[in-house]
């Protein structure tokens, strides 16, 4: 939440579009109706935009906020989704939607709407595995899931959906509390949030840990007008105090 931008800056309507492997999922504002529609292997970035914009028209909204399920390096998409169609690098969203357009990792628009101050580790359960990495209101998004694992599989193969089920749901959650645990340690945070559709499925979870709120994407979409765009910064202080239950804008 960048202190030098004047607020009148601060876009008054954002519109925030979460796209998943099995939804797209946007909404208006913070208290605004969540509307959603299938997405699935072939969705393109074309096809998005337009189930969109059948909803809501561009009167409707002054900014975009979007949470890309892949990997976005300074704003701008720099590699194909793993679970959706083609046609995403290169695609110019500001004009498809006709207005500034703020792109980001999907993880880490939930992270960013759940963070709470200190040092956060964000992991999604979902079609694959997403991560960030936040540290003093710094925001590091990570392509964990990719990363060999075990077995010659990643750690989305075994923490991701197709893992859950090859594995069974019981097994699954074996291993997704190996992951956490191991990932926790590594990287030395305070605590841990875990959301993603299959977040519900967990049964347990341990000592400075909680389960995120699919919600908190949205509210992370509305708080990345408020960061720093480079680095990606989100004023620590004040994510510590305002619940997400309260979103700042």
Not at 21 to 38: E, M
Not at 123 to 135: N, R
Not at 196 to 221: M, P, Q, V
Request: charged residues 25%; hydrophobic residues 40%.
């Amino acid at each position: 939440m960048n202190a030098n931008i004047p607020k009148a800056k601060v876009p008054r309507r954002v519109l925030v579009i979460d796209v998943g492997g099995s939804h797209v999922k946007f909404r208006i504002g913070p208290r605004g109706k969540v509307t959603r529609f299938d997405s699935g292997p072939d969705l393109t970035a074309q096809q998005m935009v337009a189930g969109v914009t059948a909803v809501v028209p561009r009167p409707a909204y002054d900014a975009v906020s979007i949470g890309y399920p892949g990997l976005v390096l300074q704003g701008r998409i720099v590699a194909e989704p793993h679970n959706l169609g083609r046609g995403w690098v290169h695609f110019d969203f500001k004009k498809a939607l006709g207005k500034p357009v703020r792109l980001i990792n999907d993880a880490a628009m939930q992270a960013i709407g759940s963070y709470k101050g200190g040092r956060m580790l964000f992991l999604g359960l979902g079609t694959g595995l997403g991560a960030t990495l936040i540290v003093e209101g710094y925001v590091e998004p990570m392509e964990l899931g990719h990363l060999p694992y075990k077995n010659g599989r990643t750690f989305e193969d075994h923490v991701g959906e197709r893992g859950r089920v090859r594995m069974g749901t019981k097994k699954w959650r074996k291993v997704v509390r190996e992951v956490v645990d191991q990932l926790r340690d590594a990287l030395e945070v305070d605590y841990v949030v875990i959301g993603g559709g299959n977040a519900r499925r967990l049964k347990h979870l341990g000592k400075n840990e909680r389960l995120g709120d699919n919600d908190n994407a949205f509210f992370g979409g509305l708080r990345l007008w408020q960061c720093d765009e480079q680095p990606l910064r989100i004023d620590p202080k004040r994510a510590a105090t305002a619940g997400v239950d309260k979103p700042p804008v």
